[in-house]
C-alpha cells in the first residue's frame, strides 16, 4: 500500500512537470509573459528537440523580427529556461501563449521581457535617435526618418523596464533593413506568383472537450483528404494542392473562441503538423461552440495564407450547434457575449460567397463551403441543432455551388470512407474548373517574381552595420523635455475581444441588479456570480469577496481605474455610487468596442498568426 501510493506520487509529480513545460514563462514581479525577437539572420524553428540542426527537418525559417511567446522547458539546464543539444542551447517558443510550436536556438534571438514599445510622433525638428552606449554619448547609432510611424517595423521594442519612472532610460531593439526574400525550400509554405496553387482546403475543426471520442477520426478524414488530393501526377491542379487547419471552441476562460494551427501548405507538411492536434482539457461548460468564429477566421486571417486565384474550400467538422449573436432568457432577447463575432450563421455564409457573378474565376474568389456533423449521443437535441445549422451552411446561400453535407459517426471507418470520397469527387471536379479556365491559365503561365520589400526607417550612423535588427538605448525626450516618442502596449486582438465580452457580462449582471438593492448588497451572492462566470479561481489564485474586478477581467493596465474593485467595495455602494460606476463599466466597454474597429492592425508574429496593434497608455479604456 505504502509503495503504492509512493508510485502515485511519482506519476502525479511527472505529470505535474510535464503541464509545466506547456506554460508560457512569466515575469514573477509584472505578470508579464516573456516574448523572444529573433535576430539579424533570422532563425530556424524545429518541431522536436532531436531534430535541431537537420535543414529537412525545420518546420520554417523565422523571419528578422520575428516574435514568439517563449514557454517553460521541463528538466532545463537553466532553471528549466532552455535545453542544450548538439552543443547549443535551445530555447522553447510557440507563435501564441497557448500553444508550443518547437525549438529556436539562443543565440538567434533575443528575449522581449516587456510588453512595451517606443513609437515615434514624427514631429520636424525632435529626431528620435537610439545611441549603442548607456551614457547617451556621442554621435547616435540610428535616427528615424521620420516615414512609417504608426508601422510596427518603425517601432524600437523596450526589452526590459526601465528603472527610473521620471526620466527613463529604455534598452530597446529595433529593426532596419530588408524583408528576407522568401527561400526557395518555403515555396510550400508561401507560395510565389508563378506558382499560384489552384487548390486551397482549409478544415474547421471542434476541438472543445465533447470531442474527444470523435477528435481522433475527424483528423482520419482530414488527413486521408489531404493524402488523397495532394497526389501529384493526376494533373496540375492536384499536385499544386495546399491545406491548412482552423480550430474552434468558445469564450471560456483557458479556451480560445478561434485559432489558426496549420496556415495553407503541402499535404505532407499538413498531415505531419495535425497529428500532435488534440482537445481542450477545459469544458466549455454549455453544448454551443463559437463555430461562427471558426468560420471567420479561416476566411479574414491572413495567416491563412489564400492566394486570389483558387478553388477555395472550408470543410467544417464538429459536434455542437454555434453560438449565435442573441439570446433568450427569461423571454427577454439579450447579446450573446459567448458569439465572439456578433455575426449570424446567414453573414457569415453571405462573406463567404459574395456577388461576383458566375463563371469559374468569380469562383475562384468565393469559399465553397461544406459541413459534416460528428454525431454526438450525449447531447441528442443541440445535435440535432447542430445538422440543421451545418446543412444551411453545405448549402453556401442556395447559389449554384452546393457543397457537401453529411452526418459521420467519425469512430465508424467506412462511413468515414463514404464521407472522404464524397468531399474528394466535389473538390476535384470544381478544382478542374479553375484550372481549365483562362484566369488560371495567365497565372500560370505568366511566371514573375517576389520582390523584396526594402525597409528604411532609420538612418544609421556611417560605419556601422545598418540592416537586420539592432539594439541600443534611447530615452523619450529631449534635453528640452520635448516629447519625441511615446510609449505604448503590444495588445493582442484576442486581448481586446475578451475583455469587451467580459465587460459586457459584467453590464449584464449588474444592470438586473441596479433596482435591487438588497440582492446587490449580497456580496456572497455577487461572489457566486462572479464564480459562475469566470470559475472559483483565477490565475491560481481562489476568487474571494476582495479579489478586484481588474484582475479578473484583463492583464491590460487599463486606463481607466473603475475596475480596480472589489465585491465587497460594490456591495457598499448606494444606489446613486453604484449606477455612476456602472455608467463608467458601459462608458470602458463601449471603448474597448471602438478598438475592435477594423483600423490599425497588423500582424507582428512572422507567420501571420495573430492581429495585434500598439495603443499609447492613453488610449487603453
Not at 535551445?90 to 514599445?117: C, F, H, N, P, Y
Not at 531593439?173 to 526574400?181: C, I
Not at 470559475?535 to 475596475?563: C, F
Request: hydrophobic share 35%; aromatic share 6%; proline share 5%.
Amino acid at each position: 500500500m505504502r509503495q503504492c501510493g509512493i508510485s502515485t506520487l511519482i506519476a502525479w509529480l511527472s505529470l505535474v512537470a510535464a503541464l509545466s513545460a506547456q506554460d508560457p514563462i512569466k515575469d514573477s514581479e509584472t505578470g508579464i509573459l516573456h516574448k523572444i525577437i529573433v535576430k539579424s539572420d533570422g532563425a530556424d524553428l524545429f518541431e522536436a528537440l532531436e531534430d535541431v540542426g537537420d535543414a529537412d527537418l525545420r518546420l520554417q525559417h523565422l523571419n528578422p523580427f520575428s516574435i514568439r511567446y517563449q514557454f517553460e522547458v521541463d528538466e532545463g539546464d537553466d532553471g528549466t529556461r532552455r535545453r542544450d543539444q548538439n552543443g547549443k542551447k535551445w530555447i522553447r517558443v510557440g507563435r501564441t501563449a497557448a500553444k508550443v510550436d518547437g525549438w529556436v536556438e539562443e543565440s538567434q534571438i533575443l528575449v522581449w521581457k516587456t510588453r512595451s514599445a517606443l513609437r515615434p510622433k514624427g514631429v520636424p525638428g525632435r529626431p528620435f535617435q537610439i545611441f549603442d552606449n548607456p551614457m547617451l554619448e556621442g554621435d547616435a547609432l540610428a535616427t528615424h526618418l521620420g516615414q512609417g510611424r504608426d508601422h510596427h517595423l518603425s517601432f524600437a521594442l523596450i526589452l526590459e523596464p526601465a528603472e527610473d519612472s521620471k526620466d527613463p532610460l529604455y534598452k530597446v531593439v529595433f529593426y532596419n533593413g530588408e524583408l528576407a526574400r522568401q527561400s526557395q525550400d518555403d515555396t510550400s509554405e508561401h507560395p510565389t506568383p508563378s506558382s499560384d496553387p489552384p487548390v486551397e482546403i482549409v478544415f474547421v475543426i471542434d476541438t472543445t472537450a465533447s470531442m474527444t471520442p470523435l477528435l481522433d477520426g475527424t483528423k482520419l478524414v482530414a488527413s486521408r483528404i489531404a493524402n488523397l488530393l495532394g497526389q501529384p501526377g493526376l494533373d496540375k491542379a492536384r499536385a499544386l494542392m495546399r491545406f491548412g487547419l482552423v480550430e474552434y471552441q468558445d469564450l471560456v476562460f483557458g479556451l480560445t473562441p478561434a485559432a489558426v494551427t496549420i496556415p495553407l501548405t503541402d499535404a505532407a507538411s499538413f498531415e505531419k503538423k495535425l497529428k500532435p492536434v488534440t482537445v481542450a482539457r477545459i469544458s466549455s461548460r454549455d453544448s454551443q461552440e463559437d463555430v461562427i468564429a471558426g468560420l471567420h477566421s479561416a476566411m479574414t486571417e491572413k495567416s491563412i495564407g489564400w492566394t486570389r486565384i483558387s478553388s477555395k474550400h472550408l470543410i467544417l467538422m464538429g459536434d455542437a450547434s454555434a453560438q449565435l449573436p442573441t439570446r433568450t432568457v427569461n423571454g427577454v432577447v439579450t447579446p450573446n457575449p459567448k458569439c465572439t463575432t456578433g455575426l449570424t450563421l446567414e453573414k457569415v455564409i453571405q462573406h463567404a460567397r459574395p456577388q461576383l457573378g458566375d463563371g469559374p474565376e468569380a469562383e475562384s474568389q468565393k469559399f465553397n463551403l461544406h459541413a459534416i456533423v460528428a454525431t454526438n449521443d450525449n447531447d441528442k437535441l443541440d445535435n440535432a441543432v447542430c445538422a440543421m445549422q451545418f446543412s444551411l451552411v453545405s448549402e453556401n446561400a442556395g447559389g449554384s455551388f452546393k457543397g457537401v453535407y453529411d452526418r459521420l459517426d467519425a469512430t465508424n471507418e467506412s462511413e468515414r470512407e463514404s464521407v472522404i470520397q464524397k468531399l474528394v469527387s466535389t473538390i476535384t471536379e470544381t478544382a478542374q474548373a479553375i484550372q481549365d479556365s483562362e484566369a488560371f491559365r495567365k497565372r500560370i503561365e505568366g511566371g514573375g517574381s517576389v520582390s523584396p520589400t526594402a525597409l528604411a526607417y532609420w538612418k544609421i550612423r556611417p560605419g556601422r552595420a545598418g540592416t537586420g535588427v539592432l539594439n541600443g538605448w534611447c530615452r523619450t525626450r529631449n534635453s528640452k523635455s520635448q516629447e519625441f516618442a511615446e510609449e505604448c502596449l503590444f495588445v493582442r486582438y484576442d486581448e481586446l475581444r475578451r475583455l469587451k465580452s467580459r465587460l459586457t457580462l459584467l453590464v449584464e449582471e449588474f444592470d438586473l441588479l441596479r433596482e435591487r438593492p438588497e440582492e446587490r448588497k449580497d456580496s456572497r451572492q455577487l461572489l457566486s456570480t462572479l464564480q459562475g462566470h469566470f470559475g472559483r479561481t483565477h490565475a491560481g489564485q481562489e476568487i474571494v469577496e476582495n479579489t478586484r474586478l481588474t484582475d479578473l477581467i484583463s492583464g491590460l493596465p487599463l486606463h481607466n481605474d473603475v475596475l480596480a474593485t472589489s465585491i465587497i467595495d460594490i456591495a457598499q455602494k448606494d444606489n446613486e455610487q453604484f449606477a455612476d460606476w456602472l455608467s463608467e463599466i458601459i462608458v470602458c466597454r463601449d471603448r474597448t468596442e471602438e478598438l475592435l474597429s477594423p483600423d490599425g492592425w497588423f500582424v507582428v508574429d512572422e507567420d501571420r498568426n495573430e492581429k495585434y496593434k500598439f495603443l499609447g497608455l492613453r488610449e487603453l479604456p
